[in-house]
């Protein structure tokens, strides 16, 4: 209780602007804002481990749209949801009329009147997904102003073509856990990788949020592909401004042994070229299979020349004390376990799983301190009466 | 508040005997038992917008039945029993071992053990949907009868192949709140009329569900379509008898420009002709693949003679001071936009798209007062206890 | 109330250690947990019949992972949970990216950081079920002992390659009610026989839980299915174990007729051979449809000579009195009904159709008590809790 108390008290330090506003890029808020984010998720972590209920709405609808396969991000956003007091409702394309032809705005007003949040993923096609979301964004707004809905949904990013800010947040905040405080994370370097996989077609929305979100906190982000894997240029853009303003620095290289050089932390990850992603979403959008097949053949062909690229312990030998921190945001493709040859090496992973699964267990809190600070706007006193009603979780 | 109590109060003057019935045809029901869902809907609706949490049901399982698809309704019904305090379990036919034999009594029975409520949509098939619901309605009732259920829960009828009393129900009360009141409503000319749409074999409970509710209020019910679209001869006969009982009247034409002339409300919509849904259901239940697409073919042409059948600005012109409300359940098929031609010029609908949004926006009210209504019996009794609880939506 | 302090009282009595533990199989309870479970769940019916909610969790979520098709165990599963306060959340592994490779330590982790409960259905392979929810569990307690999970989710066996204890012991309770006590069973026959079905493949689960748990009551079990339908040996060998050791009897034989002699209870089912089940395993694992479809052809045809195993009324006149008391897990394959020729006759069935459906009724309530009960330490305080909150679960 004490330490809920004093993380509430740290809050009320900050002046942000978080309320009714959508949470799409990391690089939209401040530091501040993020950082209280973390702190609402700690509290909300801290609230749930002491059996307090911090159940802040009666009723209510959240609405999850997976426009593409999860396991890890849907029972997150359930959690959240499910843990704040909402009920969850999916909205299935597959199931739904919007595959006949219904306009984004339509719908999007038509399943917020009584909604409190919308969790979107999106993240197949290079240059839709954060778009989508926007589009939904503006009906939202547009059918709040009109007086069609009651309340103006939130928007949580669940994993867009450019961002992945529940993840890399979920990141951050387990390096603050690691580290100490975020201020210990000054001048620790970070190695955000490439790594070989056997599959291809992976978003670059988990390698963009790190490197737009790492270079905030006066890091030294080193990302490092084969020659071809670039990200889009405009987050890289992003990430060196980041590092400029904030103490920090960014470099690339195209070895992942350089990147290791000294790294606290190493990030190793499959994902497909910026290039590649661009002509698979045109062939998606024309559904042009044999043009796919083709450019999966070239692409696979083209990853197999780097299966070096693997996070192996000799690799890890060349990082700071050849003990950095592993990170992923799972499942990893692991060799000789979920693949003959992936991303990391079985004895690697085996040391660092558990902390990968802690890692990966802050995303239903982030989920949830992004929903928090969306739907509240003086945070500290909400949960003033979070910790009024002395609800418990479970039952006494 | 005063609202809230204002509307409370009139609940009071009236007699009805909703409790423990099944909402299936809204002419099953009395004109005041109308105006009591109606009075409930708008009670609902201020209590959610004034932060006071209607939860009435601290557990309970609503369970949702779609038997063909929807996104619109589906998310109204969540709603609706979210905001009830209702968890919702959806009856998916394809999932369950219902395709494989089961009976309809048995399944009745064996999900409702701990439930309260069924919404049911069942629209595709002339001749089976009501029957479905009629056949479950008596097995609930044989099963409370028997001791088998701990209570007999209530159907709401989510559209069937007869009449859709939430969609007519959510226009109704749309309708009063645009002309002040039901008592405005008399004497005021509705011209519900058949429309051109690229696709075909949608529905006939709509048009069927307007004909049937708003001859009931003393109002100018104008019923156009092409020759051969009827509507399902005993609804026809119907909607002539309440004219005939409640001071208003019922006509018909083949022409859409006759029904809009002096036309206070427009609802310009496409259905399939009655002649053809009986054939397709037959052709359906047999798997009559050939005879389908036949059958398709031969109705998309004679469809086509009919384009003209559009609701344009020349049209809205010769309406009422050329400014008629247009409605429409959503989603239209708008010309230039969702289709090449369809059922409403781009114009005009944009004209009115906000006010379809807000015809919508009373779905979710009116269920959730259907619900309400078939569960407590002294409705004003019972909106007092949720004042007397006092508790927030959303956390203060 | 009165009943609900007198059950309450009766659990006190109890030295249990159900607490944190899963229930996977009910032979590895002992005899006073299972008392206790049966109890517990009447505790929740005679609760929610008197409008008292048990709502013990404010929040949390309980997922339910089915493996294969399921309607009455999913409803049973949602109303329990719900009944409880928990929100559900499907493991669909066919939307997850579990399909994916993912492991399924990995998983279970994944999906629970804020579960209380997985609700496990996995019967369709032979030697696999069982298996993988240990896989879970241990999953899930390495999770926990290694700080990943805020608490260890149990997991309900919803119906494995080995055991159906909801469905055992609800049938079980369903024998209390109807006999007037566990101890009134002791020197009852119950005759556990196979049955001809038109369909072939049916789990074992359901006889060897049946045998595995009536023969610890004092029970005469009877085993009786034609040669080559034999269960899992070591079922087999545990049911006269249980005989021996809790003073009833255990006998096998290939008659109906025998079986049925005298009988009080019968519980006549078809299921496939434990052999045809295993060779079915490996086909289905490596994806063999030619072998799949002649196992199929042949399981059929032998399935066919013994069409005579139907419990028609001539056989129900040798049971006690004539007038046995009639089991099914339903849906029951019935002759004329269901399909041309099945596993009882229509009037047998018809004459014992409601107390088939009282027997399932159960099932919520035993799922319910098997989650509260290892969920709460002490359950009499646990419920004095629940009494003392006096919240009704429909308002006032």
């Known amino acids: 209780m004490e330490k809920i108390r004093t993380l509430i008290e740290e809050i009320k330090k900050y002046n942000i602007n978080l309320f009714g506003k959508d949470f799409l890029l990391t ?9 209280v984010v973390l702190i609402v998720a700690e509290v909300l972590k801290e609230m749930r481990n002491n059996n307090i209920s911090p159940k802040v709405f009666d009723s209510g609808l959240a609405i999850s749209n ?3 396969n999860s396991t890890r991000t849907r029972f997150s956003f359930a959690s959240a949801c499910n843990l704040l007091g909402m009920g969850i409702q999916d909205l299935d394309e597959g199931k739904s009329q919007i595959a006949h032809g219904e306009t984004v ?25 954060h778009t989508y979301m926007l ?12 007086g069609v809905l009651p309340c103006r949904p939130s928007i949580v990013n669940l994993q867009c073509d450019i961002d992945h800010p529940t993840q890399s947040m979920a990141d951050l905040l387990h390096l603050k856990n690691n580290f100490g405080s975020l201020e210990n994370l000054k001048g620790k370097k970070i190695a955000m990788t490439w790594a070989y996989s056997p599959s291809y077609g992976k978003p670059l929305s988990v390698p963009q949020g790190i490197i737009g979100l790492m270079t905030r906190f006066g890091m030294h982000v080193e990302l490092a592909h084969p020659e071809g894997y670039d990200l889009i240029p405009e987050v890289i853009e992003l990430a060196k401004k980041n590092a400029e303003e904030n103490g920090g620095s960014f470099s690339m290289s195209n ?9 606290d932390i190493v990030y190793p990850k499959s994902w497909a070229p910026y290039s590649v992603m661009e002509k698979r979403t045109d062939q998606l959008l024309n559904n042009d299979k044999e043009g796919l097949k083709i450019l999966e053949k070239e692409c696979l062909e083209n990853n197999a020349k780097y299966k070096n690229w693997e996070c192996d312990s000799l690799k890890m030998k060349v990082t700071k004390n050849g003990n950095a921190l592993y990170m992923h945001c799972l499942p990893a493709d692991i060799s000789g376990v979920s693949c003959l040859q992936g991303e990391v090496a079985a004895d690697v992973f085996d040391k660092y799983r ?10 239903p809190y ?12 003086d945070l500290a006193q909400t949960f003033g009466s979070v910790l009024n009603k002395n609800q418990n979780r479970i039952i006494n």
């Open 27 to 35: 690089w939209d808020k401040t530091s501040d804002e993020l950082k």
């Open 66 to 68: 997976f426009r593409d």
């Open 105 to 129: 705005r339509e719908t999007a007003n038509m399943i917020s009147f009584l909604s409190d949040v919308i969790g979107i993923r999106d993240d197949m096609f290079l240059g839709k997904g």
């Open 135 to 146: 589009e939904v964004a503006e009906a939202l707004q547009d059918g709040f102003d009109q």
């Open 255 to 263: 070895s992942m042994e350089i990147a290791f050089k000294d790294a």
């Open 354 to 363: 558990i902390e990968t699964y802690k890692e990966a267990g802050y995303k």
């Open 366 to 377: 982030i989920i949830a301190a992004m929903i928090l600070s969306s739907r509240f706007k």
